[in-house]
Structures are given as C-alpha cells and as structure tokens.
C-alpha cells in the first residue's frame, strides 16, 4: 500500500505559478513512477506529467514548456511546479504511484492515488 497526500493548492492569477507537492508513505518510494492528473469540473481527468523511477519524464503537450515535475526519493515526495498558468489549467490535481517502471499517460494504469488539491487560475 501507498497512500499519497497532495497540498499547495490554491487561487493563482493567471501567468503566475505554483508548486504542488506530493507526499508518500506505505512501500518504497522508488518503486512507483510517478504523476499528476488533472479533473476539471464537469471534464474527464486528463494527464499532466509523469516521472520514472529512473528519474524521466514526460508531459502532456497541454503543459509542455510550462510544468515540471520532479522527485526527491529520499524524502519520498513528488513536485509538480506550474508556471505561466492560464485559466484552463483550474482543476483539481491529484498524485498517482503505478508500478510500472515507466508509468503511462493512462489513468488506469496507476495503483494508488491523493486525495486531490484544487487549483484556480483567476484571469
């Protein structure tokens, strides 16, 4: 089991940015690929990013330029920084552990998620 806590959610203005964190407990951190999704009210989730137990990633090109993701294994936490924010990007974001090494963009192949932290980019 792995349970995943994310926070820093929040109100932006458009074109600013904001750094959500991810923390996991349970197994082994470096066992899981990690990433962030995204729900928007009324929309599907859609994929954001992820990031590989070896430390690569991969962005959806929604946000590719714009949001990075990173790791830190030995405090087991995952980041996501959001820059130049627009509306569009308001959603609830949540973390998500898939045991396979190299993730997938596929919602379904991820074994455990947070809770999810909304965020609201103001125009």
């Known amino acids: 089991q792995v349970q995943l806590v994310e926070s820093g959610g929040g109100l932006v203005p458009a074109g600013g940015s904001r750094v959500l964190s991810c923390a996991a407990s349970?197994?082994?951190?470096?066992?899981?690929?990690l990433a962030w999704f995204r729900q928007a009210l009324g929309k599907e989730r859609e994929f954001v990013g992820l990031?590989?137990?070896?430390?690569?990633?991969t962005y959806a090109d929604s946000v590719k330029g714009r949001f990075t993701i990173s790791r830190d294994n030995a405090k087991n936490m995952v980041y996501l920084l959001m820059t130049n924010l627009v509306p569009e990007d308001s959603a609830v974001y949540y973390c998500?552990?898939?045991?396979?090494?190299?993730?997938?963009?596929?919602?379904?192949?991820?074994?455990?998620w947070g809770q999810g932290t909304q965020v609201t980019v103001s125009s």
């Open positions: 998500a552990a898939s045991r396979l090494s190299e993730g997938s963009s596929s919602w379904y192949s991820y074994d455990y």
């Open positions: 990031i590989r137990r070896t430390g690569g990633s």
């Open positions: 349970g197994r082994p951190f470096t066992s899981y690929a």
